[in-house]
């Protein structure tokens, strides 16, 4: 489906040595798990970390994560399809996006690029000309070691590089997990984030029904954000939502 030519035969060919440093890491969502696999073994010779996730909500949660420096994302998956995914990481983020798609008629094309993306790339395509538009559209946003991203909503700022966390331009002090929690919210605000995704995000495990150390990290960032603190409202029986818009 991605090429005539096997991406296995490729990843055989000599390391290119114009590729970019190991520094680099893309996200690819896809649910294909076979040709995830096959672009991560390519794409590691080549100097690029790949993470593939192979949900469109993991996915989604991941492109706003700034742990990468360009997603790979694919339009037709089950749940939520890449022009829906894009719409929303559009609305937190600017991470570089290509987008990669089977469906080829020009109106698609240009609903990817009017949604957002930096690149659009129809399938069947070969790894070294999708490793090229990876290295043109990073070349366009500039190099990603220099950018200093920050994150801002309702007066609340964020520097992910950093961890540093500011209210109404003061630094708050935040412990590890406070500052974790509060980026989460932030990135997502105006979607309710749910315990299970908070939990699974910070522990690597479920909620429990009884487990209320989310909340009680949630209470005292609410007081250290002082009037700020009610933008993060409980969602009851859901979770949390930082919310967007005037003071009710």
């Not at 299970?196 to 479920?206: F, G, I, M």
């Amino acid at each position: 489906m991605w090429t005539t030519l096997p991406w296995r035969e490729t990843m055989e060919a000599k390391t290119n040595p114009g590729a970019r440093a190991a520094a680099t890491s893309v996200l690819l969502i896809d649910d294909d798990e076979e040709l995830c696999e096959a672009m991560r073994e390519f794409f590691s010779r080549r100097g690029l970390a790949l993470e593939a996730a192979h949900d469109s909500r993991r996915g989604l949660s991941r492109a706003l994560s700034g742990d990468h420096d360009l997603v790979l994302l694919d339009v037709m998956m089950p749940g939520l399809d890449g022009f829906e995914v894009l719409r929303l990481v559009r609305k937190q983020s600017a991470v570089p996006v290509i987008m990669l798609t089977a469906r080829t008629r020009q109106v698609d094309r240009v609903a990817g690029l009017d949604g957002g993306a930096d690149d659009y790339l129809p399938k069947p395509f070969g790894p070294e000309e999708l490793l090229a538009r990876i290295r043109a559209v990073l070349r366009r946003v500039g190099d990603p070691s220099k950018r200093v991203e920050t994150i801002e909503a309702e007066g609340v700022s964020l520097i992910p590089s950093a961890r540093e966390a500011r209210c109404d331009h003061e630094p708050i002090p935040l412990t590890a997990i406070e500052y974790d929690i509060l980026e989460w919210l932030v990135r997502a605000a105006g979607r309710t984030v749910t315990r299970d995704e908070l939990t699974a995000a910070l522990y690597r495990r479920r909620a429990s029904r009884f487990d209320r150390v989310i909340d009680m990290h949630v209470c005292n960032l609410r007081k250290k954000l002082g009037h700020r603190g009610s933008r993060i409202l409980t969602v009851r029986g859901v979770g949390y939502l930082f919310r967007l818009g005037p003071e009710s």
